[in-house]
């Protein structure tokens, strides 16, 4: 884990040091930083590391960071997904100054459209989406100049209205920038700024039936908002010179776009276009569906605030684009969750013990610590019985010779009470073992012990009068090949058929009372979180991941 010292230590990433030395320079008092999502799906992890840098670097550098929702596009966007972001970004720990929407500017946007046609920088252009494409040439050819793009500023401004007022249909027309049809940059080959769109938008209703592409859009409310370091990912370079170009001609505030690279996972998608087709298409159980890299998904699962955090901490900030291993991520968590989850005792395939020489109608106290990384978590109170469950791969009726755990004559401890020795075996008429009957020596107690009887194995076990039935959902990684993106074919060919699988185990009984999002470490198996659809009767616990990294070890097999 990183400690906050560590995080001290650390030399400046390349934004850091531009911004350090601008406030040196005197260049700015303080800073501005925006994080801008579209509200057109739910975060997922590669927003998490825009988000811990826009406002990370406002918790390192005196300033303050904006919420802004790039809100230009009403047919996909929605306010279920307004509040999904918001609550993310509440949830990893970061505060807003303000919360602010693209679609405040609409009105000023729209007088800067004005203007551009006023400068002869803008016309209405009547071409087809196929007509505009097939006119702007190649990166090695250049443009041809739309037939409309002489129109007079009268025409021009008068055609804008128009579309403005809804005469015209969807797609008919577009406003165009006047910029040079044989730039070296494509993007800058008259770029569309506005486009027709008769759509209810989820704040300003049917106001508006024109709306400003996103380029548009985008760097003039980041200086409507003084926003002094605009940061973007590596696909918005070529967009740059656009950006400065439109601030330049409006005369509008300065404001500068600085490109880091977003970061890859493996074993995972985060296109939101792919993300809404595996929640649409069912594949998935929604956007918070914890296989899902969604933040929401995440936290369903289990992941924490802090871990996410660390992991964006640990990748760092790049100007060139890799592939991060997302099991990097589960290290993270397993980091966090070790530190601060419960020990509870969960028998996830159960095979029943009978203890012979127990009492039938005893239920003996036994105590187990809470969590051995620390001490003030205390300890707690188990029952134990007669009858027990105990999983079955820890019982081998014809042991291997490294095998520590129950075998006929063998000797184990179960945790926080009895050594027990199996005898003897109930087989079912397919001859699968059903019960292993035991016998408990006396005296053996954890914590006063006076056999000086020394076993090597040591299981955990559940009551089977006192545990409690629970639905326990095993999630692993949604696909099974490590660059999805790189494969033949649909991506949804690659869905790992193993990435769920819903079990029923037996439970200590007090994870009846775990609250939705309530982390445990289930003994040797992984660290598991409750899941809302739990009920009292019914517990439901995901798994968050593995107390190892399996898939590791399977690469190296």
Avoid at 35 to 61: D, M, Q
Avoid at 310 to 331: Q, T
Avoid at 458 to 463: D, E, G, I, R
Wanted: proline share 5%; glycine share 6%.
């Amino acid at each position: 884990m990183i400690t906050e010292e560590k995080k001290e230590e650390k030399s400046l990433n390349f934004i850091e040091e531009i911004i350090e030395a601008d406030l040196k320079a005197g260049k700015y008092a303080e800073i501005v930083t925006r994080f801008p999502p579209e509200p057109n799906g739910y975060l997922h992890i590669g927003h998490a590391s825009s988000i811990c840098l826009n406002f990370g670097l406002t918790k390192k550098f005196p300033g303050y960071t904006n919420l802004r929702f790039d809100d230009t596009n009403p047919t996909t966007e929605d306010t279920e997904y307004v509040e999904s972001i918001k609550n993310d970004i509440s949830w990893m720990g970061f505060e807003w100054e303000n919360e602010l929407y693209a679609s405040d500017y609409f009105d000023t946007l729209y007088g800067y459209a004005i203007q551009l046609i006023h400068k002869g920088l803008a016309y209405v252009d009547d071409s087809t989406s196929e007509e505009i494409a097939t006119l702007k040439g190649t990166p090695t050819q250049p443009g041809k100049d739309s037939p409309y793009r002489n129109r007079s500023v009268e025409e021009n401004r008068l055609l804008f209205e128009q579309m403005k007022n809804g005469t015209f249909p969807d797609g008919s027309r577009t406003l165009r920038a006047k910029i040079d049809m044989a730039h070296q940059n494509m993007l800058m080959r008259d770029p569309i700024l506005y486009r027709i769109k008769h759509a209810h938008h989820h704040r300003t209703g049917d106001k508006w039936c024109i709306y400003p592409m996103y380029d548009f859009a985008h760097g003039q409310s980041d200086a409507i908002e003084n926003v002094t370091h605009s940061i973007c990912t590596l696909e918005f370079v070529p967009h740059r010179e656009l950006y400065d170009w439109l601030i330049e001609q409006l005369g509008i505030y300065p404001s500068h776009q600085y490109e880091f690279a977003r970061r890859n996972l493996n074993y995972t998608v985060t296109s939101k276009r792919k993300l809404l087709q595996l929640v649409q298409e069912g594949h998935v159980n929604g956007w918070d569906d914890p296989r899902m890299p969604t933040i929401s998904g995440l936290r369903r699962r289990g992941y924490t605030p802090f871990s996410i955090r660390d992991f964006c901490d640990r990748i760092g900030v790049a100007k060139r684009e890799n592939m991060i291993d997302v099991g990097l991520l589960e290290f993270c968590v397993r980091e966090d969750l070790n530190k601060t989850s419960l020990r509870r005792m969960v028998v996830l395939d159960p095979l029943k013990v009978v203890i012979t020489n127990f009492p039938e109608e005893l239920s003996e106290t036994c105590v187990s610590e809470n969590n051995p990384e620390d001490i003030a978590a205390g300890m707690r109170e188990i029952l134990f019985t007669r009858e027990i469950f105990i999983e079955r791969e820890d019982f081998m009726e014809v042991p291997s010779k490294k095998y520590f755990r129950l075998a006929p004559g063998k000797m184990v401890r179960l945790k926080g009470a009895y050594i027990i020795q199996a005898d003897s075996v109930v087989k079912d008429e397919n001859g699968e073992v059903t019960e292993v009957h035991c016998t408990y020596i006396e005296n053996s107690k954890s914590g006063q012990d006076t056999t000086g009887i020394n076993v090597k194995g040591t299981l955990h076990w559940v009551s089977a009068k006192h545990g409690v039935p629970v639905e326990v959902r095993l999630y692993d990684r949604l696909f099974s090949v490590e660059n999805v993106s790189s494969e033949e074919g649909d991506f949804k060919d690659y869905i790992n058929p193993e990435s769920l699988n819903i079990i029923t185990g037996y439970a200590e009984p007090d994870l009846r009372e775990a609250k939705p999002g309530e982390s445990f470490q289930f003994l040797r198996k992984g660290y598991f979180a409750a899941d809302p659809d739990g009920t009292f009767e019914k517990p439901v616990f995901n798994r968050t991941v593995t107390l190892r990294d399996n898939w590791a070890k399977a690469g190296e097999k």
